[in-house]
């Protein structure tokens, strides 16, 4: 039996990532990146009927950090960091708050995941997105949101020169234990 009840959550108890790929003719330069959203909070709703569940959550464009950089001919410096971290400040997110709004919460078959449909608001524009959400009877939540950064009007980065890029599709990895608030 899934936990019940109303659950606040943010970087304190629960982990909000991003991993990026890349692709193109340089991508053996680059990095996959992993990268923490360090400011955020969201409040999940879960009563006895999951129909009337529900999930909210922003999230500080600026309080991405990369944490860890895959791949690529050498480590990831702090100064590659930061000015990653500036790119996507600048060019990417330019500082548009983040946030999510459920319109509908409902029990996957067979006792699978949540689906979760709802609203992104990702660099100024929103639109629909649909997770499945894996919650285990101890309240251990986890799942992969891909999400389209073109369909948000973002264009992905390309470096050397068009021959690095980051690949049109990035995951958005949720990693929680709901416990009463």
Do not use: C
């Not at 946030?99 to 006792?111: L, P």
């Amino acid at each position: 039996m899934s936990p019940t009840g109303t659950f606040q959550l943010g970087p304190q108890n629960a982990s909000l990532q991003i991993n990026t790929y890349r692709e193109g003719m340089g991508a053996k330069v680059g990095h996959d990146l992993v990268i923490d959203v360090t400011a955020w909070e969201a409040t999940v709703e879960l009563p006895a009927d999951p129909a009337a569940s529900s999930i909210r959550l922003a999230a500080d464009p600026r309080s991405l950090q990369v944490r860890e950089g895959l791949g690529g001919l050498k480590p990831l410096t702090d100064k590659d960091r930061n000015e990653i971290r500036a790119t996507i400040d600048a060019k990417v997110l330019r500082g548009s708050p983040i946030s999510f709004s459920s319109r509908s919460v409902r029990a996957g078959g067979g006792g699978g995941p949540l689906v979760v449909e709802g609203d992104l608001t990702l660099a100024g524009q929103t639109r629909p997105v649909t997770a499945e959400l894996t919650v285990a009877d101890d309240g251990h939540v986890t799942g992969t949101i891909p999400v389209t950064q073109t369909a948000w009007g973002i264009k992905p980065y390309r470096g050397l020169m068009g021959a690095l890029k980051v690949r049109d599709d990035v995951d958005v990895v949720v990693d929680a234990q709901l416990a009463p608030g």
